[in-house]
């Protein structure tokens, strides 16, 4: 059974840090291209970042670009975000997932003073 | 401003039947593969459709989808009540290299 567990969300001050992380299990983590999307309260779904099976192709939308950075660890099958300059409206919960079939049940980060 | 365009709400009675629509252009879901989420209260989105009308294994055939042009359709027979969620329309935009996704669609069923 494909299970996506993310980790790491909280409070965390404007201007601040946070890094997410995604154990995944039930499959071969390293033939999979991952996905972070983000959903704001009470809004609807926004892509964040892709990274291919092996790291070669990475993609963010522009509004996390040069704060935000996705990555992996194909050993461990673990996804990574290392969020950075966190601002009020990165307040949502970030859910990681497979190729877009299959979704972690998200991790919540709030972004407030 | 989502890149692609959904209703924002769609209504119908019990074991009727729904279309929601997602628009967008040539550079997303005129070239490439749509994708539909279903997304219950509380939960994470759940793939529904994929590769425009292909069905994952365990979703009923009452769910379908269907592409022309830079648009897009999901439909819903036999309605239920427990079909009541958050419909989402996703794809890949070539210009912006990004994956794009509507603004979501809340079904009711009445």
């Known amino acids: 059974e494909v299970q996506l567990v993310e980790s790491g969300g909280g409070l965390v001050k404007p201007g601040g840090s946070l890094r997410l992380s995604c154990a995944a299990s039930?499959?071969?983590?390293?033939?999979?291209?991952m996905n972070w999307v983000r959903q704001a309260p009470g809004k609807g779904l926004e892509w964040v970042s892709s990274?291919?099976?092996?790291?070669?192709?990475?993609y963010y939308a522009d509004s996390v670009k040069g704060r935000f950075t996705i990555s992996r660890d194909n050993a461990k099958n673990s996804l990574y975000l290392q969020m950075n300059s966190l601002r009020a409206e990165d307040t949502a919960v970030y859910y990681c997932?497979?190729?877009?079939?299959?979704w972690g049940q998200g991790t919540l980060v709030t972004v407030s003073s | 401003q989502s890149v692609l365009t959904q209703p924002p709400s769609v209504s119908a009675a019990p074991g009727q039947k729904v279309t929601i629509s997602c628009s967008g252009s040539s550079s997303n879901i005129g070239n490439n593969y749509v994708s539909w989420y279903q997304q219950l209260p509380g939960t994470a989105p759940k793939l529904l459709i994929y590769d425009n009308n292909k069905r994952p294994s365990g979703i009923p055939d009452r769910f379908s989808g269907s592409k022309s042009g830079t648009s897009a359709t999901l439909g819903i027979t036999g309605l239920q009540t427990g079909d009541e969620a958050d419909y989402y329309c996703?794809?890949?935009?070539?210009?912006?290299?990004?994956?794009?996704f509507g603004g979501g669609t809340k079904l009711t069923v009445l």
């Open positions: 039930g499959f071969t983590f390293s033939s999979y291209s």
């Open positions: 996703g794809t890949w935009d070539s210009s912006l290299s990004a994956e794009v």
């Open positions: 997932a497979r190729e877009f079939s299959y």
């Open positions: 990274i291919s099976s092996s790291s070669s192709y990475i």
